[in-house]
């Protein structure tokens, strides 16, 4: 099983939907959680960082619940910008920062 | 404010040589971080290293691979005798500190080996 698993997609949507990205995670000790972006595999750019709260940045919404390891990304009014790649990542270390990457979600905005 | 520096960007090798490739972290940050992305994988952990230390080497292969940090100057990854299986985006990242800070990426290096 892969430490960090997620939809490959890729999903197709037109400008202004609400698309929802989720991720699970399989090691139950992982502390920090985030999700990145990567355009036509460039560098990766932290989009958020995940927090067991819940938080909100402009149109993006991230979730995470530690019950179940499954990380969630809600993405509102879709912009043609917003077609990358979306990266699960997660930290399993306490002590620094191991980054563990999902494969990516491939998402498209179309107009 | 420079970000993460890496050159070079694309570097192609022959089969059997050397390859160097370097990474200078966001100012202020002294911790940094190597990983791979072979062609159609999500990235991989590598190795992390402070200045003059490397502090976890557990992503590297055992062979061919080495990494350092000096006091001054760039962070290095060297791979000797490269072959074909090496052609890949190798991406360094820096923190702040040595916690689970959430890390910055440099521009990558994209490996061919012909």
């Known amino acids: 099983r892969k430490e960090v698993e997620q939809d490959p997609g890729p999903f197709n949507v037109p400008e202004g939907a609400t698309v929802a990205f989720n991720c699970t995670y399989s090691n139950s000790a992982s502390q920090s959680f985030f999700w990145y972006r990567q355009d036509c595999r460039k560098e990766p750019k932290l989009l958020m960082s995940v927090y067991s709260s819940g938080n909100e940045d402009g149109r993006f919404t991230a979730q995470l619940n530690r019950a179940s390891q499954y990380i969630s990304l809600l993405i509102r009014d879709s912009k043609l910008s917003d077609s990358a790649t979306y990266l699960c990542?997660?930290?399993?270390?306490?002590?620094?920062?191991?980054?563990?990457f999902g494969q990516g979600t491939i998402l498209t905005v179309h107009p | 404010n420079a970000g993460v520096m890496q050159n070079p960007r694309h570097l192609v090798r022959r089969r059997g040589q050397e390859a160097r490739l370097r990474c200078s972290p966001m100012?202020?940050?002294?911790?940094v971080y190597w990983y791979r992305q072979l062609p159609e994988e999500g990235l991989k952990f590598m190795v992390y290293l402070q200045k003059e230390n490397i502090i976890d080497e557990s992503g590297m292969p055992k062979e061919r691979f080495s990494a350092e940090f000096p006091k001054e100057g760039p962070s290095i990854l060297r791979i000797q005798q490269v072959v074909r299986g090496d052609s890949a985006a190798y991406f360094c990242?820096?923190?702040?500190?040595?916690?689970?800070?959430?890390?910055?990426f440099g521009p990558g290096t994209r490996l061919t080996v012909t």
């Open positions: 990242a820096s923190s702040p500190g040595r916690g689970p800070y959430e890390q910055y």
């Open positions: 990542v997660v930290n399993k270390d306490t002590s620094y920062g191991k980054l563990t």
């Open positions: 100012k202020g940050h002294s911790h």
